[in-house]
């Protein structure tokens, strides 16, 4: 994960009310396998994407996975050795350090309630930064594996499934985060742990394509959506079956974090949460309950957890408040749910009641209420059906009644009474939903469904949003409508809600948009189609009538809207974060339906052309003509002064070539990388040009970013000169291996008032071919003070947060006078450097110990791989090794913290083999040693493992 945003610093004092939201490689292409060597099972023939988000479900228990018994092994290195696993809870994220913040809220659970954790991360993190050596790639990854390993271990969770994707570089697409992936067989991966250890609760990140979210976050709580969806359907991945495993559906559904404000202290969650979308539902854990095993409350405990990630340079975060009345709640916004849920503000453990925890006075746990809806979005004046389930739990559920809450106004007949729904039997209400004309189009509504029973009683919600006949908006971006597709297939439209409609207008220019008129009638409509802007645009038309709207279809119409006020801010130096509001209202029927939608103002720049160019890092007098860009604006991080860090950018050009000369304004030297570390360069002071050749780009795979340190380290104690490669981009890697043919200079100031950088870039080294009228182009400076590896603050010159991963608001540039070159787009190659689990100590102990397949991929069985015996003899290990299945075995010996002896990876058939291992570096005599052992083969993996005697 290539320089994220600034990680929030925990603060030591909150306010009352609190916002909540939370070089070679591997080509991109359409048939792409999964980024790892490791094999996985092939999806049935004709099993697409929207074929696994089809079909009911039909949905059954899931077999537990056998396991094998290691009592000997350390108890911090052991998982649960009882014959399989069986998690109430588990946590998908993408990289290593996703659940920092939750854990707070799951070692409570633990403490107090027994609830069992567990953590899938997709990757290992090895694209992120190093904070603390110079280890990269699998190297990194395997390092950032243990520091998860260790702070989630606070928090009680020993079971951590490690899927083995690469971690290719920081990216704001989900789209190319499933791509890289493999999609399906991560997909596959996870639905197979799911399968495996068959968590109550799944806790996620934020599914949805809202602005600045990370599309490796995004797409991971994607996959969580589908394996909550699908992992208990027997149409699925069969092939899991083969494997001893059976469907298994989950209970509930949450996202960590939520989008609203809440107050912080004690009474936090029994004040409860106000979402910013009306039908959420949101749980609460007060960080500040007190921990008996840890003797401190669980904030405090989760500061520990946050400092173990130290190459993300979290180590450095302050503590948080121990102000009683100002530590916050961790929040759970419900996403899904199978079962009834108590009263969020009831206490704590609300977000597992009825799921993993009984609720008192509450239905029997085991329980089953579910609410259905074809429709999401009703109409205003109309009906819809909706349909309540009862599952009964192991036990009859007598006298079962069901009434249907809706809003003011809103009509839903008579409570419904059901009587006895016998044991593991279900029972359906279904109930006319009358909407008001009066409904306001556009609001988010929750239906709830109360059930009582003779055994307690209980609830569910349903949300829903109100349409008009008509809807009408400017067309969204690409990958957002791929998400909004997405969501319409699963029937998670609630997830849509803060999805924006975001289009970018460069400075004083004028484009052509796409209007989309939605008919949501089952009548063809004529659509009065109006667009209101704000001062300074301008559309024409401003008005328009789209005729023969088909009945639940859509027309579309085009419409030109120009910035004709020049000097409007642009970036976020523009009001409400840079986002000029745009309404576009339609009407049919009488009904009018207004969308709130938005435009990004970016800067332009009209360059002037150069006669020549020398770089030297000296601003020649006629080499740049044209005034420069300012690029002072703070888009992420600390706040800054023009004398703490600020600068100026001149940009010209020739036939060939861009020339950038980019100023930089800065009081203190941040760390001198050696030139060797040419990577991650935000960690100190660097610079950051980036090129979208024909600013089309949806994601930064297609275009060029070229990352500047203007200085290092020389090893005597001085500045050395500047390195620079190619970072998150087409194809990354150092300047001399992906780019040979830029040119770069720079000078830093003595004594240090800032630097200069200067480059030339051919355009024969961008991925495509040019066009002059609208190229998309930044320059970002990384600013750092400290000597600690980690950057403080980020200035630019088209600045939101995460622009840098955001190519469609990046400024606009023209070279005029310049031919438009013909489209030519150059394959991205990702990285492909994975870290693996059949190479991980600590992944193979963990399925030694809970039998679920190293990776995600298939368990061979506790039989493929086994270590009969290991002794120690001085510096070596002696081993008497089994294996049942010829294979790629790997042998490592592990202290507890590292590795301290391996053999090299070897073929083997099935065999009994003695060897022999030396250990590396000083092992204590009386050091707790492991041996580790995996085998590989294309029918998937095994472990084994022994503690030295």
């Given at each position: 994960?290539?320089?994220?945003?600034?990680?929030?610093?925990?603060?030591?004092?909150?306010?009352?009310?609190?916002?909540?939201?939370?070089?070679?490689?591997?080509?991109?292409?359409?048939?792409?396998?999964?980024?790892?060597?490791?094999?996985?099972?092939?999806?049935?023939?004709?099993?697409?994407?929207?074929?696994?988000?089809?079909?009911?479900?039909?949905?059954?228990?899931?077999?537990?996975?056998?396991?094998?018994?290691?009592?000997?092994?350390?108890?911090?290195?052991?998982?649960?050795?009882?014959?399989?696993?069986?998690?109430?809870?588990?946590?998908?994220?993408?990289?290593?350090?996703?659940?920092?913040?939750?854990?707070?809220?799951?070692?409570?659970?633990?403490?107090?309630?027994?609830?069992?954790?567990?953590?899938?991360?997709?990757?290992?993190?090895?694209?992120?930064?190093?904070?603390?050596?110079?280890?990269?790639?699998?190297?990194?990854?395997?390092?950032?594996?243990?520091?998860?390993?260790?702070?989630?271990?606070?928090?009680?969770?020993?079971?951590?499934?490690?899927?083995?994707?690469?971690?290719?570089?920081?990216?704001?697409?989900?789209?190319?985060?499933?791509?890289?992936?493999?999609?399906?067989?991560?997909?596959?991966?996870?639905?197979?742990?799911?399968?495996?250890?068959?968590?109550?609760?799944?806790?996620?990140?934020?599914?949805?394509?809202?602005?600045?979210?990370?599309?490796?976050?995004?797409?991971?709580?994607?996959?969580?959506?589908?394996?909550?969806?699908?992992?208990?359907?027997?149409?699925?991945?069969?092939?899991?079956?083969?494997?001893?495993?059976?469907?298994?559906?989950?209970?509930?559904?949450?996202?960590?974090?939520?989008?609203?404000?809440?107050?912080?202290?004690?009474?936090?969650?029994?004040?409860?949460?106000?979402?910013?979308?009306?039908?959420?539902?949101?749980?609460?854990?007060?960080?500040?309950?007190?921990?008996?095993?840890?003797?401190?409350?669980?904030?405090?405990?989760?500061?520990?957890?946050?400092?173990?990630?130290?190459?993300?340079?979290?180590?450095?975060?302050?503590?948080?408040?121990?102000?009683p009345a100002k530590i916050p709640a961790a929040w759970f916004t419900l996403i899904d749910s199978r079962t009834p849920f108590p009263d969020p503000t009831s206490g704590d453990t609300a977000a597992l009641g009825g799921a993993s925890l009984p609720v008192e006075g509450g239905l029997p746990l085991g329980?089953?209420?579910?609410?259905?809806?074809?429709?999401?979005?009703?109409?205003?004046?109309?009906?819809?059906?909706?349909?309540?389930?009862?599952?009964?739990?192991?036990?009859?559920?007598?006298?079962?009644?069901?009434?249907?809450?809706?809003?003011?106004?809103?009509?839903?007949?008579?409570?419904?009474?059901?009587?006895?729904?016998?044991?593991?039997?279900?029972?359906?209400?279904?109930?006319?939903?009358?909407?008001?004309?009066?409904?306001?189009?556009?609001?988010?509504?929750?239906?709830?469904?109360?059930?009582?029973?003779?055994?307690?009683?209980?609830?569910?919600?349903?949300?829903?949003?109100?349409?008009?006949?008509?809807?009408?908006?400017?067309?969204?971006?690409?990958?957002?409508?791929?998400?909004?597709?997405?969501?319409?297939?699963?029937?998670?439209?609630?997830?849509?809600?803060?999805?924006?409609?975001?289009?970018?207008?460069?400075?004083?220019?004028?484009?052509?948009?796409?209007?989309?008129?939605?008919?949501?009638?089952?009548?063809?409509?004529?659509?009065?189609?109006?667009?209101?802007?704000?001062?300074?645009?301008?559309?024409?038309?401003?008005?328009?009538?789209?005729?023969?709207?088909?009945?639940?279809?859509?027309?579309?119409?085009?419409?030109?809207?120009?910035?004709?006020?020049?000097?409007?801010?642009?970036?976020?130096?523009?009001?409400?974060?840079?986002?000029?509001?745009?309404?576009?209202?339609?009407?049919?029927?009488?009904?009018?339906?207004?969308?709130?939608?938005?435009?990004?103002?970016?800067?332009?720049?009209?360059?002037?052309?150069?006669?020549?160019?020398?770089?030297?890092?000296?601003?020649?007098?006629?080499?740049?003509?044209?005034?420069?860009?300012?690029?002072?604006?703070?888009?992420?991080?600390?706040?800054?002064?023009?004398?703490?860090?600020?600068?100026?950018?001149?940009?010209?050009?020739?036939?060939?070539?861009?020339?950038?000369?980019?100023?930089?304004?800065?009081?203190?030297?941040?760390?001198?990388?050696?030139?060797?570390?040419?990577?991650?360069?935000?960690?100190?002071?660097?610079?950051?040009?980036?090129?979208?050749?024909?600013?089309?780009?949806?994601?930064?795979?297609?275009?060029?970013?070229?990352?500047?340190?203007?200085?290092?380290?020389?090893?005597?104690?001085?500045?050395?000169?500047?390195?620079?490669?190619?970072?998150?981009?087409?194809?990354?890697?150092?300047?001399?291996?992906?780019?040979?043919?830029?040119?770069?200079?720079?000078?830093?100031?003595?004594?240090?008032?800032?630097?200069?950088?200067?480059?030339?870039?051919?355009?024969?080294?961008?991925?495509?071919?040019?066009?002059?009228?609208?190229?998309?182009?930044?320059?970002?400076?990384?600013?750092?003070?400290?000597?600690?590896?980690?950057?403080?603050?980020?200035?630019?010159?088209?600045?939101?947060?995460?622009?840098?991963?955001?190519?469609?608001?990046?400024?606009?540039?023209?070279?005029?006078?310049?031919?438009?070159?013909?489209?030519?787009?150059?394959?991205?190659?990702?990285?492909?450097?994975?870290?693996?689990?059949?190479?991980?100590?600590?992944?193979?102990?963990?399925?030694?110990?809970?039998?679920?397949?190293?990776?995600?991929?298939?368990?061979?069985?506790?039989?493929?791989?086994?270590?009969?015996?290991?002794?120690?003899?001085?510096?070596?290990?002696?081993?008497?090794?089994?294996?049942?299945?010829?294979?790629?075995?790997?042998?490592?010996?592990?202290?507890?913290?590292?590795?301290?002896?391996?053999?090299?990876?070897?073929?083997?058939?099935?065999?009994?083999?003695?060897?022999?291992?030396?250990?590396?570096?000083?092992?204590?005599?009386?050091?707790?040693?492991?041996?580790?052992?995996?085998?590989?083969?294309?029918?998937?993996?095994?472990?084994?493992?022994?503690?030295?005697?």
């Amino acid at each position: 994960m290539s320089h994220p945003p600034l990680p929030a610093r925990p603060a030591s004092a909150a306010p009352a009310a609190v916002p909540a939201a939370s070089a070679a490689g591997t080509p991109v292409g359409r048939d792409r396998v999964g980024p790892t060597a490791a094999p996985e099972a092939p999806a049935p023939r004709g099993l697409s994407r929207r074929r696994l988000l089809q079909g009911s479900a039909v949905l059954g228990l899931a077999a537990g996975a056998t396991a094998l018994d290691l009592s000997g092994l350390p108890p911090m290195e052991r998982a649960l050795a009882d014959g399989g696993v069986d998690l109430d809870i588990l946590y998908i994220g993408a990289h290593p350090d996703d659940e920092a913040w939750t854990l707070a809220a799951f070692g409570q659970w633990n403490e107090y309630e027994d609830q069992t954790a567990g953590v899938i991360t997709i990757t290992r993190g090895e694209g992120g930064g190093n904070a603390v050596g110079l280890e990269e790639g699998p190297a990194l990854g395997l390092i950032r594996e243990g520091e998860e390993r260790t702070a989630v271990g606070f928090a009680g969770i020993e079971h951590v499934f490690n899927l083995d994707a690469v971690d290719f570089f920081y990216t704001l697409s989900a789209p190319l985060s499933h791509e890289v992936w493999g999609g399906r067989d991560v997909l596959s991966r996870v639905i197979r742990v799911v399968r495996a250890t068959r968590p109550d609760v799944i806790v996620t990140m934020n599914p949805s394509a809202v602005q600045g979210n990370h599309g490796n976050h995004q797409q991971a709580a994607m996959f969580a959506v589908e394996a909550y969806l699908l992992a208990g359907r027997e149409d699925v991945f069969p092939e899991h079956f083969e494997e001893g495993l059976t469907p298994f559906a989950p209970k509930r559904l949450l996202r960590s974090g939520s989008d609203g404000q809440a107050s912080t202290g004690p009474d936090a969650v029994a004040t409860g949460f106000t979402p910013l979308v009306a039908s959420d539902v949101v749980f609460g854990a007060w960080n500040g309950t007190e921990s008996e095993t840890h003797g401190k409350r669980w904030s405090a405990v989760r500061d520990d957890s946050i400092h173990a990630y130290r190459t993300q340079g979290w180590h450095v975060f302050p503590p948080t408040t121990t102000d009683p009345a100002k530590i916050p709640a961790a929040w759970f916004t419900l996403i899904d749910s199978r079962t009834p849920f108590p009263d969020p503000t009831s206490g704590d453990t609300a977000a597992l009641g009825g799921a993993s925890l009984p609720v008192e006075g509450g239905l029997p746990l085991g329980t089953t209420l579910e609410l259905r809806s074809e429709q999401f979005a009703v109409q205003t004046g109309g009906s819809v059906e909706v349909e309540v389930e009862i599952g009964s739990p192991g036990t009859a559920l007598p006298g079962v009644q069901v009434e249907l809450e809706v809003p003011d106004g809103w009509d839903a007949g008579r409570r419904q009474v059901l009587g006895t729904i016998p044991a593991k039997q279900s029972r359906t209400a279904t109930f006319t939903v009358e909407v008001p004309e009066s409904a306001t189009p556009g609001e988010h509504v929750l239906l709830r469904a109360r059930v009582t029973s003779r055994k307690g009683s209980g609830e569910n919600v349903l949300p829903l949003r109100t349409a008009g006949v008509v809807e009408a908006g400017i067309a969204d971006r690409a990958e957002i409508a791929a998400f909004l597709e997405w969501t319409e297939e699963l029937g998670m439209q609630r997830l849509d809600a803060l999805v924006p409609t975001r289009r970018s207008l460069g400075q004083g220019r004028a484009e052509e948009f796409e209007i989309v008129v939605r008919n949501r009638s089952e009548q063809v409509q004529d659509a009065e189609v109006t667009l209101t802007l704000p001062d300074g645009f301008t559309a024409e038309p401003a008005q328009l009538l789209v005729e023969d709207v088909p009945a639940l279809g859509e027309a579309t119409a085009t419409v030109r809207i120009e910035n004709t006020d020049p000097s409007l801010p642009t970036a976020n130096r523009a009001p409400d974060g840079g986002v000029y509001a745009v309404t576009v209202t339609a009407s049919a029927g009488g009904v009018a339906a207004a969308t709130a939608q938005g435009l990004h103002l970016v800067p332009r720049l009209v360059a002037s052309r150069t006669e020549g160019v020398e770089v030297d890092a000296v601003r020649g007098t006629g080499e740049y003509p044209g005034e420069p860009i300012d690029i002072g604006t703070l888009w992420e991080g600390a706040a800054v002064t023009p004398e703490d860090a600020s600068g100026s950018t001149w940009v010209t050009y020739d036939d060939a070539a861009l020339h950038v000369f980019v100023q930089v304004i800065d009081d203190v030297l941040g760390t001198l990388l050696p030139p060797e570390d040419n990577k991650q360069r935000f960690r100190t002071d660097s610079v950051e040009i980036m090129i979208d050749p024909r600013g089309t780009s949806d994601h930064t795979a297609t275009t060029f970013i070229l990352g500047a340190l203007p200085g290092t380290d020389d090893g005597a104690g001085g500045v050395g000169g500047p390195v620079a490669g190619r970072d998150h981009d087409n194809r990354q890697g150092p300047l001399e291996e992906v780019a040979p043919s830029v040119r770069i200079a720079a000078e830093i100031s003595e004594p240090y008032q800032g630097y200069v950088l200067e480059t030339t870039i051919p355009f024969a080294e961008l991925p495509d071919g040019i066009d002059p009228t609208r190229m998309g182009f930044n320059v970002v400076v990384y600013d750092s003070d400290t000597q600690d590896r980690t950057g403080q603050s980020r200035i630019g010159w088209s600045t939101f947060p995460g622009v840098q991963a955001d190519p469609f608001r990046w400024g606009v540039l023209e070279l005029p006078g310049l031919e438009a070159q013909p489209s030519a787009p150059v394959e991205p190659r990702i990285p492909n450097t994975s870290a693996r689990s059949v190479a991980s100590p600590q992944s193979i102990l963990q399925s030694a110990a809970d039998g679920v397949g190293l990776g995600g991929f298939p368990a061979l069985g506790a039989d493929a791989v086994r270590v009969d015996k290991a002794t120690r003899r001085r510096r070596e290990i002696s081993a008497v090794v089994r294996t049942a299945a010829p294979g790629t075995r790997r042998v490592f010996v592990w202290d507890g913290e590292r590795t301290v002896g391996e053999l090299e990876a070897t073929d083997v058939r099935s065999a009994r083999e003695v060897v022999t291992i030396p250990l590396v570096g000083d092992v204590p005599a009386d050091a707790t040693l492991t041996v580790a052992v995996s085998l590989e083969n294309e029918d998937g993996a095994g472990a084994g493992a022994a503690t030295v005697r």
